[in-house]
């Protein structure tokens, strides 16, 4: 499975090594980017920025360098801002993947980084999310808490934070282990 570059491309030996990244002055723009990349074809991660590029709770991109002017164009049709390519991703971290979940009967917890949501496990409603301190939480719980997991959009769709993100990951993984079909 290739992680980098195009889907259409050929894989080559040590190509995940020569990566890149995008930088962004915010979270959604990197979330943006990662979204319209991926449907142009592009294999994109979202990443941590080595810590000396940070300037908070970041987020950047990493593709293959040989992708980067393509994908730059990419990004410019779509608007999103770019603050800067950088042709070296040493010191990037992956996004936390870490996963975990809670059973408590009737209901489900699932943690991812500092995120949570819980679900009733019977009727597929969302009875709480919490943590973060990110300005789009509150507004992420009003609009998730209450209704049923088919019936809500996902949080990545129009949360602008790296919490945001999280619960996303969370949400995601709730779906998975329910069986809620789609998205």
Do not use: Q
């Amino acid at each position: 499975m290739r992680l980098f570059g195009r889907k259409d491309a050929d894989p080559s030996p040590g190509a995940e090594e020569a990566l890149g990244l995008f930088l962004f002055d915010a979270v959604n723009d990197a979330i943006a980017a990662e979204r319209a990349l991926k449907v142009a074809g592009y294999g994109v991660h979202l990443v941590a920025p080595p810590p000396h590029l940070r300037a908070g709770c970041d987020l950047s991109v990493a593709l293959e360098r040989v992708e980067h002017v393509g994908a730059e164009r990419v990004l410019a049709e779509a608007g999103v801002h770019v603050r800067e390519w950088v042709n070296d991703a040493e010191g990037t971290a992956s996004v936390c993947d870490l996963v975990t979940t809670v059973d408590f009967g009737d209901w489900l917890m699932v943690r991812a980084g500092n995120m949570k949501i819980v679900v009733e496990k019977a009727t597929g409603v969302i009875v709480n999310t919490s943590g973060g301190g990110c300005p789009d939480i509150p507004y992420l719980n009003l609009a998730l808490v209450g209704r049923r997991l088919d019936e809500v959009p996902r949080p990545k769709d129009f949360g602008y934070t790296l919490c945001g993100l999280m619960l996303d990951r969370a949400y995601v993984e709730v779906r998975a282990l329910l069986e809620v079909d789609g998205r």
